[in-house]
């Protein structure tokens, strides 16, 4: 692993260890961030294959009943009955926040008007076939507004856990291991400079020493001559 | 307040009428794609669905929307039945979550 491009002195070292630090909690944090995010999303996941296939089972169902009431009825007659609908559906969107990711939260509020019902024409003119068939749908509905806040949710916290992952595995397989290198490195360079002194120093020690022999290796022969 | 549309064929979605939705019928994958573009930008509608047999042409429009938190495009079979989008779609969801599928993929 490369190291970073920077001077080997003590203060960098100070800022690299604290950078290291902060670079392996914050690893932890999104790591466990991650796992927790699996788990609920897996959990969704489940729920979410088998909503959709119930309501894709149940639609087809609808299909099926709306298919044998255009048969009885003319189509014209038909697009008539479902023209004005009796109820409007607004729904409202407030958001969750699930792991700090906001999903959308779906509800909604049929207006009806008053006293009517689901069916929106006069049964004179239409077949059962068609009661049956937009009551079964009325039915359907919530559990096909349930299945949209949930695959939104999976694909929102799918992008989230994209994300996380990400970063924790930057964090360790870039991000960590260059810090360390580089902490490593400047360690190395310091305790070589720390080295380098030491024999300078004992080097220069020695010439002192040697010098202040002659000194004094003069000094006798000197006095000896004196005293001859 | 938000609405909710459905786009489809004619004879898929008009049943979605007499619940209270907003449904328009689009006869071709052109129209149902400048539809889409249209509700996504009024802004009003939270949830679209679509009908299988355009929304498999149309992963381009669900790549894009897919990380936003509005609309929740969401595919839901037609008339002439599933073509296995909206399972693929939540496949997909698995695999870039999980790196690989293990909810979906002993059913094929």
């Known amino acids: 692993m490369a190291r970073m491009n920077v001077n080997p002195t003590r203060m960098v070292l100070t800022s690299l260890k604290r950078k290291l630090t902060v670079a392996k909690r914050g690893h932890k944090l999104m790591k466990d961030k991650r796992d927790e995010l699996m788990k609920q999303f897996l959990e969704l996941a489940r729920e979410n294959k088998v909503l959709r296939e119930s309501v894709e089972k149940e639609l087809m169902e609808v299909y099926g009943s709306f298919a044998i009431a255009s048969a009885v009825m003319s189509p014209q007659l038909m697009s008539e009955a479902l023209m004005y609908p009796t109820q409007g559906v607004d729904i409202d969107v407030s958001s969750k926040n699930v792991m700090s990711v906001n999903v959308p939260v779906f509800a909604f509020t049929a207006e009806e008007a008053e006293g009517a019902n689901i069916y929106p024409y006069g049964f004179a003119g239409t077949s059962g076939e068609l009661d049956s068939a937009v009551k079964s749908l009325s039915r359907v509905f919530p559990r096909m507004l349930e299945l949209a806040g949930k695959e939104k949710q999976a694909d929102l916290m799918a992008q989230e856990i994209e994300k996380t992952r990400r970063r924790v595995n930057a964090l360790e397989y870039v991000m960590i291991p260059r810090l360390t290198e580089t902490i490593r490195y400047i360690r190395m360079k310091l305790d070589e400079n720390e080295r380098g002194n030491q024999t300078r120093l004992m080097k220069v020690k020695d010439m002192m020493v040697q010098a202040a022999l002659i000194e004094r290796r003069k000094e006798t022969e000197k006095a000896l001559e004196e005293y001859h | ?108």
């Open chain 2, 1 to 108: 307040m938000y609405k909710i549309g459905v786009i489809g064929d004619k004879q898929s979605v008009s049943g979605f009428l007499a619940v209270g939705l907003s449904v328009f019928p689009c006869e071709d994958l052109e129209k149902a794609k400048e539809t889409l573009q249209k509700l996504i930008d009024k802004n009003e509608y939270a949830i679209v669905y679509i009908t299988e047999n355009y929304c498999k042409e149309m992963s381009q429009e669900f790549e894009k929307y897919k990380d936003s938190q509005l609309p929740a495009i969401i595919p839901i079979p037609g008339m002439d039945g599933s073509y296995g989008v909206g399972v693929g779609r939540s496949k997909k969801a698995v695999e870039r979550a999980v790196g690989v599928d293990i909810i979906y993929g002993n059913q094929e």
